[in-house]
């Protein structure tokens, strides 16, 4: 009787295992590591509950000197899909599947995907680029995603990229771009409306990641407090800054979140304005999607300039 018990108990379980396992194998998500939370944002408007995603560089890390860990190699051993920023600003990622080895997703394969393929480059270098050029990309600045037109370009890539490695569920994919892109057309237009009443006017940000932002809502690129990409300010930099800001009247100074306040705070108290400060990346100050991030660009841009 007993023996009967347990042999049925045995057959059962193993029933069971072999039935979860057949679900959850049939239902498994899509494993996506994006380079940063941006584009881990933007593919979870794309994936809805078909992926997971993970996102290398954290909130407010600076994307363009990560240090990749043993673990992250392990989380792209086992991706279906990567997507980076391209342009050389996560060249750290190509280290990552180099070591983590995983043909699925290595360059050219149908797991990969760079999600600036398509993005209308500014700022691409003309002429020989030296170490006096400072940091500099030399594909153009690399900070496209903080464009909301180039997030339709980066979630078109996503959604091709997730096509390709889960073809049967090419439409959900649609469906979900497809909201992804008129949802941010509706915010785009009220966004369009809240910086409006300044076109053409000049901004200074702290290093050169609002130049896409910049064009998009025709304002003005008045200058950084970095004097070259990726080189601290320096004091005769910050100097001659203060005095052209003062000259020119520039009222509007806007820093990103991952920067040190103390140059910001000596340019601000000698030009007689506030600034404002920007979230760097999804996930830093209260913003949990792209969305949130575009929007606290917007209004903190609008209140700089205001
Ligand atoms: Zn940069």
Redesign the pocket.
Known sequence: MMKTLIRCLVVIFACCTVLAFGTSRADAAVDVVASTPELASIAKYVGGSKVTVYSIAKPDQDY?LIEPRPSDVSRIAKADLVVRVGLD?DLWFDALLNAAANPKVRRGAAGYVDASRGVDRLEVPKGKVTGASGDI?IYGN??YYYDPQNAKIIARNICEGLARVSARDRDYFEDNYKRFVDELEQHISKWQQRLKPYKGKPVVTY???ASYFIRRFGLRYFGQLEPK?GIPPSPSHISQLIKHMKEENVKALVVESIYPKRFPDLVAREVGIKYQVVPYSVGSMGTKTYIDLIDAWVERFAKALE
């Open positions: 363009h600003l990309h690399p900070h290093h050169r990641s990409p």
